[in-house]
């Protein structure tokens, strides 16, 4: 069975096409066919002028119809298309939605970053780990950041705050904004078991990759402080050269680890775990659902 997921977020566009196939243990194996990844940068636009401008709308609607046909050469039956904070806020979005619907036959919904948080959660990457420590799930996007955490078996919530990698960029954080998401992590995450994060995003699977570390080992605070150091100590054009991250990457790297390192901090984490995971593989697990469901009732 073929499925897709296109995520619209503050920084980029990404469609993600698995074929699950069915196994004889019951759970079933989620293999990825391609994905593909267009850095769209809408909120640049949307957090400085609370809109969408007229050539981000026309590669917004290029973008789709690109994976409209990808859609139809994979012979994709089932999809599930969100767009998250740039969207959430943009004056236009409608508009632009309409627009998509009409040119490309594709229903985009715009998801709460409490959704947003949900979805991440799909992938139930906790509930594969030993039961002695509690687990955070640090989403981090170009416009907010979602936060999930799981503990004594069962999640015990999940919030999305109004921070972001662009956001930051463009000082558009107050620093009550800050004071308010470590006032919930502290009090929300004091009273549980030892705490390790989980973390998802472009930026901490780029850190992951460039660490070198082995897949499935996590990586230390110390390490996260580290590189936040040492990609402050160059320019954007720098980091392009020095460790061959494409421009879009380059300059929204250096927030991201700001606010990976202050989320552990604040719920005294030692690690982070980067299983490769995002809001696309949580809109496949969650669209898996809906469609076992349907079948069920046929």
Known sequence: MKLAAIDIGSNAARLLIIDVIDSPSGKPDFIKLN????????????????EISKPKVKKVVETIKAYRHLLNI???KHLIAAATSAMRDAKNSDDILRRVKLETDIDIEIISGDKEASLIYENH????M???????????GGGSTE??????????????FNIGTIRLLKNQVEESKWQEMKDFVKLATKDYKKVIAIGSGGNINKVFSLSKRKEGKPLSLDSLRDFHKEFSSFSVEERIRQYKLREDR???IVPALQIYINVMRW????????????LADGLIHKLYEEVKLQDAEV
Do not use: M, Q
């Open 35 to 50: 994905l593909v990844r267009v850095p769209l940068r809408l909120g640049f636009d949307v957090f400085e002028k609370g």
């Open 74 to 76: 994979y012979e994709v």
């Open 125 to 128: 990457v906790a509930e594969n």
């Open 130 to 140: 030993d039961k002695d420590h509690s687990y955070l799930y640090i989403d981090v």
């Open 147 to 160: 936060l999930t955490f799981f503990a004594e078996g069962k999640l015990i919530f999940k919030e999305s």
């Open 250 to 252: 380059a300059d929204v």
């Open 267 to 278: 719920a005294d984490a030692e690690e982070i775990f980067v299983p490769k995971i995002g």
